[in-house]
């Protein structure tokens, strides 16, 4: 009896086991390629984030990756040769603030179509994708940890439905350094964004029918790092003083709404770049006072009498006799 028990209680535990590693094996999971140690030279750090799927269809990703603020710095982020084809918040410095003594940059993308993993004729099946890559500047000896958490992924399905998983850690150490410190480099360099939309429109349902600014950024180069925007007389953005410059974020309503300005839109990429957009003034005739409308109506209505007085003079003096 005691050896029936016991081995029913075995095969239970077994298959328990085999459903959870059956789980576990199919979870998509997000992983973090770094080096385990840096360059004593002070030299920058490539971290790759990645995505393998294990074949499961996503529809959606999330989540906040962080490092020890004492350790490092950003240089740079980039999502060039993504696999995210359109992102809801391009990975950025997060807003939010945080006593932990981390940085965190946080991100969130769709997948139209739903994605499955990266897929090539030279292999079958499928290898993981890279989200984005943070390039990192070493600045104190240390050890700490790389991190992916507060995590969302969704699969492809009617209801996408969540997909368990976990955060993912990373430990890299940071020796004594020698050298100068690395500078960050501060310039900024225009470039030209292909497709960059800035719009600006109004809906009664949105904020009292109040003109309001979309900025629209589909460019996989490099992460939207902040937006600024200036309403002004000034017809060049080039001219504008850097005082002058508002950060806001999209969609963000118009200070005067009689859209007498032109409104300048400035957006600051992660790779210390930056693209210019003007949008001009229009004519708003709904916003003329009660005054003005008058006056404007008399002056109409004395240039038409002066008009009709003056085709009926000279009319009147082509008639005469020319002896006279």
């Known amino acids: 009896m005691y050896m029936n028990f016991y081995f029913f209680k075995k095969l239970i535990f077994a298959t328990l086991f085999m459903c959870v590693s059956v789980v576990y094996a199919y979870a998509a999971q997000i992983t973090i390629i770094a080096p385990d140690l840096t360059s004593a030279l002070r030299k920058p750090v490539t971290v790759l984030v990645f995505l393998d799927t294990e074949d499961v269809a996503v529809s959606g990703i999330g989540g906040s990756f962080s490092f020890p603020s004492e350790l490092f710095e950003i240089e740079s982020i980039t999502t060039e040769s993504s696999i995210v084809p359109l992102w809801v918040v391009q990975p950025s410095l997060s807003d939010e603030k945080n006593f932990d003594a981390r940085t965190h940059i946080i991100f969130e993308g769709i997948f139209p179509g739903g994605y499955s993993g990266v897929r090539s004729p030279y292999y079958k099946g499928t290898k993981p994708g890279m989200l984005f890559l943070i390039t990192l500047i070493p600045k104190n000896k ?33 020796p004594d350094l020698v ?146």
């Open 142 to 174: 240390g050890t700490g940890l790389l991190s992916v958490d507060d995590i969302i992924l969704n699969s492809f399905d009617s209801n996408a439905s969540p997909i368990k998983t976990e955060s993912v850690f990373k430990t890299i150490s940071v």
């Open 179 to 324: 050298g100068p410190p690395y500078r960050v480099s501060q310039l900024m360099r225009e470039v030209k964004s292909s497709r960059l939309t800035t719009i600006i429109t109004r809906d009664q349902l949105i904020n009292n029918d109040a003109w309001y600014l979309i900025v629209n950024e589909k460019e996989n180069r490099s992460s939207v790092e902040s937006i600024y925007v200036v309403e002004t007389d000034t017809w060049s953005a080039h001219l504008v003083q850097e005082t002058s410059w508002q950060k806001i974020k999209s969609p963000h309503v118009l200070t005067y709404q009689n859209r007498t300005k032109y409104v300048h839109v400035k957006v600051v990429y992660s790779d210390k770049t930056y693209a210019l957009q003007t949008l001009p003034p229009v004519e708003n005739y709904t916003n003329i006072s009660s005054p003005s409308r008058i006056l404007i109506g008399i002056g109409l209505a004395i240039f038409a009498s002066l008009s009709v007085l003056y085709l009926y003079v000279k009319h009147f003096i082509r008639a005469l006799p020319k002896n006279n």
